[in-house]
């Protein structure tokens, strides 16, 4: 009895040791500490000697060892907590790193691209105010010969009117139409000055022995007259004979007749076919030539070729009056149309030095000018500007959708080139077209080095840097940096929103330029923000344990790796975040659309975490999604 009393009093206090220890633990998680009290037994202790107290001792030792364990339970708990903990801040101290990594990057693609965009506004400036500073130079040029040309013209005004008065005075003309137009040169005005003096006087002379004879004749018919009379028979009274005039007339009309037949006879070619030889190193024909004088001195020429290869439908010259007249065959000014000229040649003409006077500072204008070759480009027409070296110091090219280009030959036998348009369609990529488009670099005989190069597409922009090689088969590669590219155009039914950039390098290779796209190879690295996958509802996905998944995924930021080799594209590491939403995602798609990968999403839960693996099949316009 005594026994069964001593157990259920252990028992009692155990409870109550137990409901102290939880109370306290429970006073601890709140801050708060109390010290169980124990509770005393109700009757008094076994008396010693008794066999409960055995038992008492050891249920105190079974209640000391489960409290043992307990404590070593919490501590082994507090210590997963504490390494939980530390797994916790430890991941979130890399995401926090990687964010800020990648904020970093994007920052100073940001920075690139402004700088880009400075320096495309800064050359675009310099272009602009270099062609206003040209125009009003040319403009200038324009009302400073225009002035002098109307000051010349008023000068040969009053030269002729003074000179048809000493004409008058002299005898009465009969009227020739003979323009001023006619007869614009200053040498052929010298020389008309000087027949004036000599026509004058031969005039004088003429009339004094006019005079002379008439005064014979008066004293012949005076003589006549006495012998008649003396005689008894009347005189015979010879008329009088007027020869300034008809003089006067046959020169003028011969004259009028020389300057008909310098625009009707052809010219002999030959003097400058050896000249234009001579300055360009090459074997130049000239079909036929004749002199013109409407509009001043000019050389009218038609069916010339150079070296067989280039040729010109025609071309008007207007050589130096005075180096004509000395016999030399120089050239001021070179109008040139319907010229055709081999790709090749280009860099061989921009940097030819041409030897002789003939050309020397002299200004060509080409209109419907075709450089035919490989590549296919427009119809232009351009402006040379030939030093007094010989040497082209520069050639300005302008063309359809506001085509510009300038280049500029160097000491060194390369050449500049700065080219700009309003929309250019990519020679080497026809099914690309780039709005306010603008290239600069350096050429030379071998290739091309494009410093830099850009313009808009699909609601974004594009630039880069480029090498070009034609020796041999045609080799282009370079880099490229893609800002705010509308990505839903690739494939909407796989990405339908969502704006693209990236940065990657690209090559291409083949014997057809215009080819070269079919060869191309890209890769790099892409991020799309702020974007839907189209098709398949990851979220559904997940929460429905893979039974539906139609619909669209709304992402926060997708990023990857790319590559394109010959029309085949290869996806790899594709990260997927929206929120408690995270995927991952690899694919291949085939030149012929075909699509194959798998994605693994994973979603955060209050209850746990799900996860779905699925695989992506079917085409890109019709893509298959299944577990």
Do not use: C
């Amino acid at each position: 009895m005594l026994q069964a009393r001593a157990m259920e009093e252990a028992r009692t206090r155990a409870r109550q040791r137990e409901r102290d220890q939880d109370d306290n633990r429970g006073r601890k998680s709140k801050g708060e500490t109390r010290v169980a009290q124990p509770t005393l037994p109700a009757a008094a202790p076994a008396a010693p000697g008794d066999g409960s107290l055995d038992a008492l001792m050891a249920d105190l030792d079974s209640f000391s060892q489960r409290e043992e364990e307990d404590r070593r339970a919490r501590e082994v708990a507090d210590h997963e907590s504490r390494e939980e903990g530390k797994r916790k801040s430890q991941a979130e101290a890399e995401r926090r790193a990687q964010e800020d990594a990648e904020r970093e990057m994007r920052e100073q693609l940001e920075r690139e691209a402004r700088e880009q965009e400075e320096r495309q506004r800064r050359d675009e400036e310099e272009r602009r105010a270099r062609e206003e500073a040209e125009r009003r130079a040319g403009v200038e040029e324009r009302r400073r010969l225009e002035a002098e040309e109307s000051r010349r013209l008023e000068a040969e005004e009053r030269k002729r009117k003074a000179q048809e008065a000493l004409l008058a005075k002299a005898a009465p003309l009969p009227d020739i139409e003979v323009s001023d137009k006619d007869l614009d040169m200053t040498e052929v005005r010298r020389d008309e000055a000087a027949v004036a003096r000599d026509a004058r006087k031969a005039q004088r002379e003429r009339e004094r022995e006019a005079r002379q004879r008439a005064k014979e004749a008066k004293e012949h018919a005076k003589a006549a007259a006495r012998e008649a009379s003396a005689s008894g028979k009347s005189p015979r009274v010879r008329r009088k004979i007027n020869w300034v005039r008809p003089t006067v007339v046959t020169l003028l009309t011969l004259l009028a007749a020389g300057l008909v037949a310098l625009h009707v006879i052809p010219l002999p070619m030959d003097d400058y076919e050896r000249a234009a030889s001579d300055a360009l190193g090459r074997p130049v024909k000239i079909g036929t030539g004749r002199l013109s004088l409407y509009s001043g001195l000019r050389l009218n020429l038609s069916d010339v070729s150079v070296d067989g290869s280039t040729t010109i439908a025609g071309a008007q010259a207007y050589p130096s009056l005075r180096a004509l007249i000395e016999g030399r065959q120089v050239v001021d000014r070179l109008e040139i149309w319907g010229v055709t000229v081999p790709q090749s040649a280009i860099g061989a003409v921009v940097v030819a030095k041409l030897r002789g006077e003939g050309l020397r500072g002299a200004r060509i204008f080409v209109k419907h000018l075709q450089l035919t070759g490989p590549v296919p480009l427009p119809v232009l027409e351009g402006e040379a500007r030939i030093g007094a070296d010989g040497a082209m110091s520069s050639v300005i090219l302008s063309g359809p959708d506001a085509l510009a280009a300038t280049l500029t030959p160097t000491a060194g036998g390369e050449v500049e080139f700065d080219v700009t348009a309003a929309n250019l369609t990519v020679p080497f990529a026809p099914e690309l077209t780039l709005s306010s488009f603008a290239m600069k670099g350096k050429a030379n005989r071998q290739g091309m080095n494009i410093a830099s190069w850009g313009g808009g597409v699909l609601g974004g922009a594009i630039s880069g840097t480029a090498n070009l090689r034609w020796s041999g088969a045609w080799q282009l590669e370079g880099g490229l940096t893609a800002r705010s590219i509308n990505a839903a155009v690739f494939a909407p039914a796989l990405l339908s929103e969502g704006k693209a950039e990236g940065q990657g390098r690209f090559s291409m290779s083949g014997k057809d330029p215009a080819k070269l796209s079919n060869a191309a190879f890209l890769e790099g690295s892409f991020s799309v923000g702020k974007g839907a996958l189209g098709t398949v509802d990851l979220a559904r996905v997940l929460h429905t344990s893979g039974r539906q998944y139609g619909g669209r995924t709304q992402f926060t930021e997708m990023t990857g790796h790319a590559t394109y080799d010959h029309g085949a594209v290869a996806l790899r590491n594709v990260n997927i975040t929206a929120g408690a939403l995270t995927a991952g995602a690899n694919a291949d798609i085939a030149p012929s659309g075909a699509i194959a990968g798998r994605i693994v999403a994973d979603i955060r839960t209050t209850v746990q975490p799900l996860r779905a693996i699925l695989v992506i099949g079917g085409t890109v316009k019709e893509p298959q999604v299944r577990n």
